[in-house]
Every structure is written in structure tokens, then in C-alpha cells.
Antibody, heavy 122, light 108 residues
Framework: EVQLVQSGAEVKKPGESLKISCQGS????????VGWVRQMPGKGLEWMGI????????IYSPSFQGQVTISADKSISTAYLQWSSLKASDTAMYYC???????????????WGQGTLVTVSS | SYELTQPPSVSVSPGQTARITCSGD??????VHWYQQKPGQAPVVVIY???ERPSGIPERFSGSSSGTTVTLTISGVQAEDEADYFC???????????FGSGTKVSVL
């Protein structure tokens, strides 16, 4: 059974750093891209970036380039999303999701993590 | 710009048909996929590649495409279908992924 299990909720102060994780199981983690999606309170889904752990190739949304870092440790089938200096506006639910689709025309996200709630407040 | 437009809300009575549209210039060039998100839960794909239904998704969910608009149809709506629905597509080289703004389906 394919699963993406994310790390637990975090409460941080502005200016602090944070790294959240997403561990895949039930499939070959290095053969699939994993994306990160933000959902601010009461809002829609925003794609942040995507990573292929096989070679660590990473693509960022222009909206999030330079704001976060996406990485992975393929030896433990885990992807990461990190911030060096959090802002209150980073308060949101963050989801990881596995990308599916055999051609560029078809890319979608077939399995999702349960989400990690990040709260940034002084 | 790469945008997908959805109506903010759709209301439907149980047993009736709900139709949710997703429009944009890219829709005619790229496949569109649909996700259902219930409160407090992660999104779940209910339709991919415009019209394909994943295993385990009820047959009442279907998708169609015409020109610059794709439509998610829920036939015989049930109370459990009350949720937010998002469409999603990608650019033609897989470097940009876009979600629609979401449609809240209310079952009256």
C-alpha cells in the first residue's frame, strides 16, 4: 500500500527555522517525483515545488523560489520542506503528494500525505 | 498567465446532478485532474486525465472536456459528496503545476 506519512504539527516563532518531512512507503520512492502543496487557512491549494529523489532535481514554483528549500534523503525515502526564517504568513497546512503521469500532459498527484500544520506566531 | 477558473460554490439537492466547471486557455492543451477535499482531510483525486476515474471512486463521478472548459459531474449527489473540489493542470514541460481556486459543493 502506497503511503506518504508526514511529520507532526509545529508551532514556531517568527524568524525560527523549520524542516518538515514526508516519508514514502509501499513503492519505489526514487522513481517518482514528490511535490509540496500549501493550503493557507480557509484557502485553496498552491503548488510550491517538486523533487525527484533519484537525482535530487528540484523545480520550484516562482511564487516560492527562494522562500523554501525542498530536499530529500533517498536512503530513507523521505522528502523535506524547510524554511530558514519563518514568517507569520507561513502559517498553513502543508501537504506532500506523489506525482503520477507518464507524459508532461498528464501530471497529477495520486497519493497525498496527511498534511503538516505549521503555525507561526509570536 | 497560467490560471484555472472555477465557480466558488455549487449547491445541489440530494439525488440531483452537480456540475463543476474549470476553464482556462491551457485546458484545451493539457489534461485536467480533479481533487475532492473534505474538511480536515487531505485532497483525494477523483478524476484524472479529464475523464479517467481512479479505482475506488464511485461511478457517479465523471469528467468531460470541451474546448477551454472541463467539467466534473457528480450524478445522484449524496450528502457525503459535500466537499471542496479543485481542478489541476500542468504546463507542457512539467515545470509548473496549477490548481483552480476551488468550488465548494453544498448538498442542501
Amino acid at each position: 500500500e502506497v503511503q506518504l506519512v508526514q511529520s507532526g504539527a509545529e508551532v514556531k516563532k517568527p524568524g525560527e527555522s523549520l524542516k518538515i518531512s514526508c516519508q514514502g512507503s509501499g513503492y519505489n520512492f526514487t522513481k517518482y517525483w514528490v511535490g509540496w502543496v500549501r493550503q493557507m487557512p480557509g484557502k485553496g491549494l498552491e503548488w510550491m515545488g517538486i523533487l525527484y529523489s533519484g537525482d535530487s532535481e528540484t523545480i520550484y514554483s516562482p511564487s516560492f523560489q527562494g522562500q523554501v528549500t525542498i530536499s530529500a534523503d533517498k536512503s530513507i525515502s523521505t522528502a523535506y520542506l524547510q524554511w530558514s526564517s519563518l514568517k507569520a504568513s507561513d502559517t498553513a497546512m502543508y501537504y506532500c503528494a506523489r506525482r503520477r503521469g507518464s507524459t508532461t500532459l498528464q501530471y497529477y498527484f495520486d497519493y497525498w500525505g496527511q498534511g503538516t500544520l505549521v503555525t507561526v506566531s509570536s | 498567465s497560467y490560471e484555472l477558473t472555477q465557480p466558488p460554490s455549487v449547491s445541489v439537492s440530494p439525488g440531483q446532478t452537480a456540475r463543476i466547471t474549470c476553464s482556462g486557455d491551457a485546458v484545451s492543451k493539457q489534461y485536467v485532474h480533479w481533487y475532492q477535499q473534505k474538511p480536515g482531510q487531505a485532497p483525494v483525486v477523483v478524476i484524472y486525465k479529464d475523464t479517467e476515474r481512479p479505482s475506488g471512486i464511485p461511478e457517479r463521478f465523471s469528467g468531460s472536456s470541451s474546448g477551454t472548459t472541463v467539467t466534473l459531474t457528480i450524478s445522484g449527489v449524496q450528502a457525503e459528496d459535500e466537499a471542496d473540489y479543485f481542478c489541476q493542470s500542468a504546463d507542457n514541460i512539467g515545470t509548473l503545476y496549477v490548481f483552480g481556486s476551488g468550488t465548494k459543493v453544498s448538498v442542501l
